[in-house]
């Protein structure tokens, strides 16, 4: 079982980005999928997570009126958009697969991990 985020970069306050995340086609059969971010020093906290069907999103408060979350079951892809990026989203970002169809906001809940791809918004 493999997740793999890609997309991060180094970008300016106001920009967009789209991450992307490949996914075992295992993980897309029944798995609720999700964003995790940590900044350094912060703890890990979700940003947005999707249920295998797709018919349900959920959003941090602090990226929800910015972030799109959305899942290509066909091609086992996870997307996150973010628009008018903040200083304050600079981060690495983790997919990561639910144990269950519906996603959790509580890391403990997801039981694979993908290694985090580097966002940095400059000011």
């Known amino acids: 079982v493999q997740l793999q985020a890609s997309g991060g970069g180094l970008v300016q306050a106001g920009d967009s980005l789209r991450l992307s995340c490949a996914a075992s086609k295992r993980l897309f059969s029944n798995n609720g999928l999700g964003w995790f971010r940590q900044a350094p020093g912060k703890e890990r906290e979700f940003v947005a997570g999707i249920s295998w069907r797709g018919d349900r999103t959920y959003y941090a408060d602090s990226v929800k009126a910015r972030a799109t979350i959305s899942r290509d079951n066909p091609k086992n892809m996870l997307y996150l958009q973010i628009n008018t990026l903040k200083p304050e989203d600079t981060a690495v970002y983790y997919c990561?697969?639910?144990?269950?169809?519906?996603?959790?906001?509580?890391?403990?809940?997801?039981?694979?991990w993908g290694k985090g791809t580097q966002v940095t918004v400059s000011s």
């Open positions: 990561a697969a639910a144990r269950s169809p519906i996603p959790s906001r509580q890391a403990s809940n997801y039981n694979y």
